[in-house]
């Protein structure tokens, strides 16, 4: 019996849908494995993630916490977190290449800058200038993070 009309086009679509799902999927689980994966050092990036974020969790108050969920309200609920995890590893690097007593506004807004792609420099000083904080001291970090992103 072979399918023919409606149902062959409805199985069809289903067909599409599927693998396009699961490739979706799979891209972003293959992106999670890489990032995973141990470096020359023995540690991977997140481990490094993680560890700068241990090793400066008591340098953040709440009204840089505050500050920092703010800045990544923009991004959508679901990668909120791991953007979140990121800034903040950035962030505690930052802290403790300086020996950092404490993150400041402008350690937390440059850490955010440096780990923010290129693609979301836009939304990132759209938000900024939404928080009424001038972005000139900044200029140097955007095109900092542009040029080590090229290199």
Do not use: C
């Amino acid at each position: 019996m072979a399918l023919t009309g409606w149902f062959l086009w409805f199985i069809l679509f289903w067909v599409v849908v599927l693998v396009g799902l699961m490739a979706i999927g799979g891209f972003f689980m293959f992106r999670k494995f890489l990032k995973a994966l141990p470096k020359n050092d023995g540690k991977s990036d997140l481990d490094w993630e993680e560890y700068y974020v241990d090793s400066t969790i008591h340098l953040w108050n709440d009204d840089q916490k505050a500050l920092l969920n703010e800045l990544v309200s923009p991004v959508p609920d679901l990668f909120r977190p791991v953007a979140k995890q990121k800034i903040a590893g950035k962030i505690g690097q930052l802290a403790l290449e300086e020996k950092a007593t404490s993150i400041t506004r402008e350690l937390l807004i440059r850490g955010y800058i440096i780990a923010t792609p290129k693609r979301d420099h836009k939304f990132l000083r759209k938000k900024l200038a939404e928080m009424e904080i001038d972005v000139t001291p900044y200029n140097m970090f955007f095109e900092e993070s542009e040029n080590r992103k090229k290199a």
